[in-house]
Each structure stands twice: as C-alpha cells, then as structure tokens.
C-alpha cells in the first residue's frame, strides 16, 4: 500500500500547565486512497514502548488534550498513545460520509479497493498506525461513545490482529427497533430531524435554525411529516429521505443492524450502558446479548450505571439532575472499571478481578455484579396487573365482563414528553435533554389522555433486575395507534431523606410500540377498530429497587411529542407522506379483565 502524508507536528498548548502530549497530525491512506485526518497525541517525555488507544469520530478529532482531563482521565494516567480520527467524509477528512454506512465489505463475495466501510478503515487506520507511530507496543484498544461507540463495535467484526480490546460504548446496534431513530418503528420525530441536518448540511455540525425556543410548538406548526422536504429540507438531507423512502423493517434498516454481523467474539469487549440513556440504551445490551451466544472464551463484558448518554465519561457521576446516587459511579467506572480492563488486555497489567456483569442498582444506590446478565438464576418472574381505580397490584384480575379504562387521544394536542417549554436537543444556550427521562412525572397530572394505576406504598423493598415487558390488551377507535408505557418509581409525600424530593415520580423504564408493528417490522397492518388486540412494549433492562414506603405506578398513553412523531390514528401506507387530514381523534381503551389482563411482567429479584 502507498503512503501519502501530510504530517504536522506541534505541541498542545495547555492552559495553566506544561502539556503532556505532543500532537501530530496526518493524513492516513485507506485502501481506495482516501485520507483520513488523524491526530496522534503520545505522552512528552515516552520512555518505554506503549499500546495505542484509538476513537474514530464523525464529530471532530481534537485539537488539544482536554480529553485527558475528562472522559479518558483515568486512561492517560495509566500511559497509552491516544489516537483521534476524522471519520471518512467528516471535517479535515476526505471522501463521502455516508450515516451508519452498511458494512459492505463483510457483505461482498469479492471486495476489492472499492469495497470499503468502517470495518474496512479502522482496518486500514491500525495497519498504518502499527507500523508508522514510533515506540508503540503492537497493541491496540478502539473505544468510542455514541457514533464513535458504534464505529469501535465495527472495527471488532473483522479486527486487524493488532486489535487486542474494544469498548463500544452506548452504541447504537439498530436505527430502527431501538436506538436514536426508531423505537419498535415510531419514529423520533425531534431527535431524528435535528441530527440528520447537524451531520448532512455540511462536513462539521450544523445545527437547524428554529424560528422560536419551544419546539414542541415548531413541530406542532410543522404538521405532516411531509412539510419537512417540502418547507425546509427542500430532499438535501440524506438521512432525511432515508427515513421517508424507509418507513417499515426493510433490508435498508436490517442491513445496517448491527446484530447480523456478530457471529464471534474476536476480541475482548467491553459494551457500557447508560440506564437513563436518551439516545443508545438499546444498542450496548444488543450488542452484548448477542455476543453472548458465541463468548466460549468469557471475554465480552457488560457494565450499566445511572448515567444519560455518555454521562460515565464526564464528572464525578455523583447525580443526575435531581437524583443522586450517593458516590461518584462515573470516577468509579473510569478508575476502578475501565482503565484496569484496558490495562490488563494491553499491557498485561494486573489481575481481571471483574465479573462479566457489573451493575449499579438505582434506588439502593448499589454496584451490584454477575455472573451473567440478566442474572435469570437469581430472579422469579412476577406480573404487576392493572385494575379498577387506578390500582396496581400481583393479584390477577378476576373480572369476566367489560372491564377498561379509556381515554381520547388527539394529534392536534400531543402529550409533551418533558415539560414545555422544550428547547432544541443541542441548544447552545442549554438544554434538558440530557436529563428528560429522570424529569419529574407530575408534569402530565392533569390531562386526560394519560392514565395511570399505582400500588399501595410498598410494605417492603421490591427489586426489579433484568428484561422487563408490559403486556397490553387494547383497543382502539382509529386503525393505528401508539402505546406508551412508564414505569414510574413513585417517592413518599413526606420524604425525611429529601425533602424536596416528596411525591417525586422518577421514571425507570419507559417506550412505544407503534400499532401497526404489532405483528411485524417488515409488514405493518391496519388495527382492527374497536377491536381487543394484544401488545407488547419491550421496557428493555432495568437493576431498581422500589424502596419500603414508594408506590410503582405505570402510566400509558399514545403521544409522546415530539420525540416521537405523531400517529396520524388513521392507518396510512407511509406516515411521512400522510395528509394532514389525515390526523384524527381516537378513543383508546385499555382492557383489564380476566381474559384481556394488562399487566407488567417484571423480574423481581430478592432484597439482599
């Protein structure tokens, strides 16, 4: 292969202190002759051979060495050259950046130069790296957050030999069942619009201009998901058209899954999750659930904590918005998880005195560690029923006739899914994004289409660890419709540890199934008016304990806005080319009788 540089050394100015890396900068060849900007940082003063820590990001290599004192503090302490990449086709890099490109070369029956992806360049990036930086000790580690995350899970799937560890970190494994463009085919309305212009309008980050602050509003304003190309995007974004041409559970969206292509564990894999994730929840359990089945050698390992998305990797981790967690669980992870994992694969550092598990139990404020997750051994499977005036109880309903609770849902007048007003997600000037999923719950009293049912406050700890699932029986006056589900960890009103915390409503698991998707992904299908259908809402993994003296509540409902989009409520081929006449009012029950028993089935684990 032919070498073509541009190298550019210079040292990080640092703000007080001395700096403690020199940076170069270089243009690393691919196999089609597409550079890459990269930007090598190796500690000043390197005296002994060290292994390379490389992330490959759409969002900007750095510049300077702030990363050190954040997200890999604990890392550059223990001594590796850190590498950043420009992906292809982002700022300094060349080529076309392609969002979530399909691994093509794992799909070819003959690749060729062509043939490339972003299994194809860390390959190539690593092979430089190996032979070109000085002093480096054969072995590399790919860590990543978010897209970074989703580009070191995909360096794994054909790994140049000198790969010895990945941490993908809240990566996303599939756009379209449950990470941050779908869940279960509802679109993400707001989040799915504004990433899509950020990363297409140009090669940096370019954030949509709205026209005022409250974008539940805008969207409100924007009406059918086909004024989007026809007012602004005018068909230039992509994704965008993606999303439009893609509607249902195609070979575009299955292509791109990441759970296809992992068929072994090629090395060491430490997947991390965020429990109040707003983007990627979904993807690190996928990813580890499915490595799972072909890791003979025990070496694919799973760590959860009480973080937003990438909230591990900023701060002490000691709360997150109103709720705390008693110790600092992102100095934790990066001290006591993540920097002795790497050093133990890298440098053959140490003892790996981990289970493959570790997780922090929210509400005991506990790490909790496995032998495997979920821990299905330690766990009895229990289902939380739903009954007459708004209880929430184990005991089955007993009911033979009519029984229900109902409520009308209307797209001209959505259910906000955090309190109003909503900034843009990446608004400069702040925003509640990252912390929406622990809001307080109370904000919805009041309206008519959100039900809820909740116990009696607990006479003792219940303890939900592991896969959760509500099991709706509902009907509808419409042909499609959304179901909602929360499950809501419900504080006392008098609350001696926290005053100001009484009466919170924390949300611990939550999503949306959209109707049409009830029988399948690839093949929607009309709902059956006013006819009892089965649903099931995936709560995804949960480690909580409802503490003595809390109530758990479950709420439901059918608009979400606009994180996700509305549901025009009236069946249509492709929601992003509904009309707005489209959108109608739906009367929504749901059932709860002996026969159509809606209900929580949750793993509840003993109190120890």
């Not at 003959?110 to 930086?133: F, G, R």
């Not at 707001?190 to 899509?196: I, L, P």
């Not at 109530?551 to 069946?571: A, E």
Request: charged share 25%; aromatic share 12%; proline share 7%.
């Amino acid at each position: 292969m032919a070498v073509s540089l541009l190298v550019t050394p210079q040292f990080v100015a640092g703000q007080s202190a001395a700096p403690a890396f020199e940076l170069t900068q270089v243009m690393i060849p691919m196999r089609d002759g597409v550079r890459l900007n990269t930007h090598i940082f190796k500690p000043k003063g390197q005296a002994v051979s060290l292994p390379m820590m490389l992330e490959r990001t759409p969002y900007r290599a750095p510049d300077n060495e702030a990363w050190a004192q954040g997200k890999y503090n604990a890392l550059a302490a223990d001594g590796y050259i850190f590498v950043f990449q420009d992906i292809r086709g982002r700022y300094k890099s060349e080529g076309q950046f392609v969002m979530q490109r399909s691994p093509v070369s794992l799909l070819s029956e003959k690749p060729d130069a062509k043939t490339i992806d972003e299994v194809t360049d860390a390959y190539d990036t690593i092979e430089w790296l190996v032979k070109n930086v000085a002093n480096n000790n054969g072995r590399v580690g790919i860590i990543g957050i978010s897209y970074p995350g989703w580009t070191a899970a995909m360096a794994t799937l054909a790994p140049h030999p000198a790969l010895k560890a990945a941490s993908p970190q809240a990566s996303p494994a599939d756009m379209y069942l449950g990470d941050d463009f779908h869940h279960n085919g509802a679109f993400r309305l707001s989040y799915g619009f504004e990433y899509a212009v950020r990363m297409e309008t140009n090669k940096e980050q370019a954030p949509f201009k709205f026209d005022r602050y409250d974008t539940y509003e805008w969207y409100l304003r924007l009406g059918a998901l086909s004024n989007a190309n026809e007012k602004y995007l005018q068909g230039k974004i992509p994704t965008w058209n993606d999303f439009v041409n893609h509607p249902n559970y195609d070979q575009f969206w299955q292509q791109q899954a990441m759970a296809g292509y992992l068929k072994k564990v090629h090395v060491p894999m430490l997947n991390i999750a965020g429990w109040w994730d707003q983007e990627d929840f979904y993807g690190p359990i996928k990813i580890y659930e499915t490595l799972e089945k072909h890791d003979a050698s025990k070496i694919n390992f799973f760590v959860a904590g009480p973080w937003n998305h990438g909230g591990w990797a900023r701060g002490e981790g000691a709360n997150l918005g109103r709720i705390k967690f008693d110790s600092a669980t992102g100095q934790h992870y990066r001290e006591k998880i993540e920097a002795p994992w790497f050093a133990y694969y890298l440098k053959d550092k140490g003892q790996l005195d981990i289970k493959e598990a570790i997780t922090f139990q929210t509400g005991s404020n506990e790490w909790k560690s496995y032998e495997q997750w979920p821990p299905r051994n330690l766990t009895t499977d229990r289902k939380l029923y739903f009954h007459a005036n708004g209880k929430l109880s184990f005991d089955a309903p007993t009911n033979a006739g009519n029984a229900f609770d109902e409520y009308v849902s209307d797209p001209a007048n959505p259910v906000p899914y955090r309190p109003r007003p909503i900034e843009a997600t990446y608004d400069s000037r702040g925003s509640g994004w990252g912390t929406w999923l622990v809001e307080d719950q109370r904000f919805v009293n009041g309206r008519p289409d959100v039900l809820s049912w909740e116990t009696d406050p607990l006479t003792e700890d219940v303890t939900i660890t592991g896969h959760s699932l509500a099991n709706l029986f509902a009907s509808t006056t419409g042909s499609d419709s959304d179901w909602i589900v929360k499950l809501i960890d419900v504080y006392p009103e008098e609350y001696a540890k926290e005053p100001k915390m009484g009466g919170y409503q924390l949300m611990i698991a939550n999503d949306v199934l959209r109707g049409r998707f009830r029988n399948s992904f690839e093949r929607p299908q009309a709902i059956p008016p006013n006819k009892v259908e089965a649903y099931q809402i995936d709560l995804h993994h949960l480690n909580h304990r409802f503490q003595k003296g809390h109530k758990i509540m479950v709420q439901v409902q059918s608009t979400w806005f606009p994180v996700i989009d509305r549901n025009p409520q009236k069946y249509v081929e492709n929601i992003f080319k509904a009309r707005e006449v489209d959108y109608v009012k739906a009367t929504q029950r749901i059932w709860r009788t002996k026969v159509a028993a809606s209900h929580l089935l949750i793993p509840v684990a003993p109190n120890r």
